[in-house]
């Protein structure tokens, strides 16, 4: 079992910048992918962005160009460094790691004020 802790979302002015962390533990040995979904009030649950043991990135096609994905020197670590931030960027994000099933953190709000 994989546990996820997300930390870094709060408040901040449209065009301003966040930076998301999330930590796992358990059975890490086992996780390939790790990265970060997001659910808006009323809308379904989207990829943001993910990344491989190989350090090979996929984006979606909302955050590309503006949000960057990496993972810590431990493998165990991912972070979504987010910049330009948009008011549709409101939503929870999620931690999510494939060992290989999927595993999700609880959420951190992000909230970007226009």
């Known amino acids: 079992q994989v546990l996820l802790a997300e930390s870094g979302g709060g408040l901040v002015q449209a065009g301003g910048s966040l930076r998301l962390s999330c930590v796992a533990s358990g059975s890490i040995s086992s996780i390939n992918i790790m990265g970060w979904y997001r659910q808006a009030p009323g809308k379904q649950r989207e990829l943001v962005a993910v990344?491989?043991?190989?350090?090979?990135?996929t984006y979606g096609g909302a955050v590309k160009g503006r949000f960057i994905v990496s993972r810590g020197a431990g493998k165990n670590t991912v972070y979504l460094q987010m910049n330009s931030l948009k008011p549709e960027d409101t939503a929870v994000y999620y931690c999510?790691?494939?060992?290989?099933?999927?595993?999700w953190g609880q959420g951190t709000q992000v909230t970007v004020s226009s």
């Open positions: 999510t790691a494939f060992a290989p099933a999927p595993s």
């Open positions: 990344i491989s043991g190989s350090d090979t990135s």
